[in-house]
């Protein structure tokens, strides 16, 4: 756990990375740096696969039970008493979509959600986006092979220029800054 703690914080925002990936990603870079500048601390969490130096992910299974336990256990202790969002990218966006209502998730925040494998839209991952009754921001790269889902009632999506890897950490930080300001509200509002 990487956390990024910000003195008197409104919120936190845990964050996990994709399943090829570390926490390090431009992405995650730029949407830490919007939460820490609306007021949230930000905790970014290594799946136990990759602390471990292994580059292939766990089954969904166990990566959703490590992410929950995580979660768990910083809203007991660091994250006590916080509102808590959850996120991440690719693969951890998903992950954070299966377990936002286990982990009491106030908001979603999907970064290069994956609709589907690049030229398999048959092979929908939009069920596991459309569960998530929570407010939710996707940001998405205007040309990303894993497809782009559509807005709904709960859902808004950051169509940004470039690909799955969202390289462009500026325009993923202010996408998730507008978002933020209309999920999480500062102390005394």
């Known amino acids: 756990m990487h956390l990024h703690a910000v003195d008197s914080p409104v919120a936190a925002l845990v964050l996990g990375h994709g399943a090829g ?13 919007a939460a820490r500048s609306a007021g949230l601390s930000v905790a970014l ?4 696969y990759r602390v471990a130096g292994k580059r292939s992910p766990a089954p969904a299974g166990q990566l959703d039970a490590s992410w929950t336990a995580v979660v768990s256990q910083l809203r007991d202790g660091l994250l006590s008493g916080l509102p808590v969002l959850t996120g991440g990218r690719s693969a951890g966006a998903r992950v954070a979509c299966r377990t936002a209502d286990e982990t009491g998730s106030i908001a979603v925040l999907c970064l290069a ?3 589907h494998p690049p030229g398999r839209p048959e092979k929908s991952r939009l069920p596991e986006l459309d569960a998530v009754t929570v407010p939710t921001l996707v940001v998405q790269g205007e040309s990303d092979p894993f497809g782009t889902p559509s ?3 709960n859902r808004t999506v950051a169509r940004i220029p470039g690909t799955h890897r969202l390289r462009n ?4 930080a202010a996408a998730v800054s507008d978002w933020l300001a209309t999920v ?4 005394g509002h």
């Open 21 to 33: 990936g570390g926490v390090e990603s431009p992405d995650l870079v730029g949407a830490t740096t």
């Open 45 to 48: 969490m290594e799946q136990p």
């Open 113 to 115: 959600f994956p609709v």
């Open 151 to 153: 807005d709904s009632p």
């Open 169 to 172: 950490s500026p325009a993923v």
């Open 184 to 187: 999480v509200r500062p102390k």
